[in-house]
């Protein structure tokens, strides 16, 4: 049976961590970050994950600033926003929530945050960085990743890993990262052919595709290590709330077979929220007292 990779553990562990690098910083009478998260809109999902971000800043001492938007405003208005943020000193992090109602061009919006302040990694500038090598803000999933699989002291240089999925906020990033750690990556997609052969020679998989039990027990290796991304409602009757959550891998299947696998709820998604923290106090550690 499979090591249970325990992102809920371990991401309170780092905010506790952060809580003390922040600490310290406060001690010295010196400023907290600050992290703004903008919302436009008033989509249930998207003020979920703002409560839950600002909750983890205030856990961790970090400053957090909410800027409610209403869903019929301009993109030059959300744009006038995004740049007093910049220009505000308190203000380490900027966080546009996505996704945008539909009138908006989601990428001049994430072009207009300051690459300095581009804590959720999506800036051209930050992404080019990352997959140049240099150092630069990492969306938040694909750190958390790297962040498990270091944390749990897992070999990756010279192992074969499959990315099942080519999104520019997981997929493209984690192959990237991964590639950093010298394994051989492949990034498998809609279109790839004879995808079952394909994941059975990983000796690392990484599933963020959104597809509920997709990746089955017997497409893994047998040792290899299992990081599933995604989060998917199913049905379930015996739930008091009607459903559950799974995620892309048959997880009772696939732990069988796995040396590593992350559950879903509480592998990698609490490991997300730590990261935005992580990279809201490196962007106030990058500018000094």
Known sequence: MATILDGKKLSEKIKQEIAEEVKKLTDASLQPPGLAVIIVGNNPASKVYVSSKKKACAATGIFSLEVALDENITQDKLIEEIEKLNKNDKINGILLQLPLPK???????????????????????????????????????????????????????????????????????????????????????????????????????????????????????????????????????SSPKGYKLVGDVDFEEAEKKASYITPVPGGVGPMTIAMLLSNTLKARLRIGS
């Not at 010298?182 to 990034?187: F, K, P």
């Not at 790839?192 to 597809?211: F, M, R, W, Y």
């Open 103 to 237: 009138h908006f061009d989601e990428h001049s919006a994430l072009e207009a945050i300051s690459p300095e302040k581009d804590v959720d990694g999506f800036h051209p500038i930050n992404v080019g960085k990352l997959y140049i090598g240099l150092d630069s803000f990492v969306p938040c999933t694909p750190k958390g990743i790297i962040e498990i699989i270091k944390r749990y002291n897992i070999s990756v240089s010279g192992k074969n890993a499959v990315v099942i999925g080519r999104s520019n906020i997981v997929g493209k990033p984690i192959a990237a990262l991964l590639l950093k750690e010298n394994a051989t990556v492949t990034i498998a997609h809609s279109k790839t052919q004879n995808l079952p052969e394909l994941v059975k020679s990983a000796d690392i998989v990484v599933s963020a595709i959104g597809k509920p039990n997709f990746v089955k027990g017997d497409w893994i290796k047998e040792g290899a290590v299992v990081i599933d991304v995604g989060i998917n409602s199913v049905d379930d009757p």
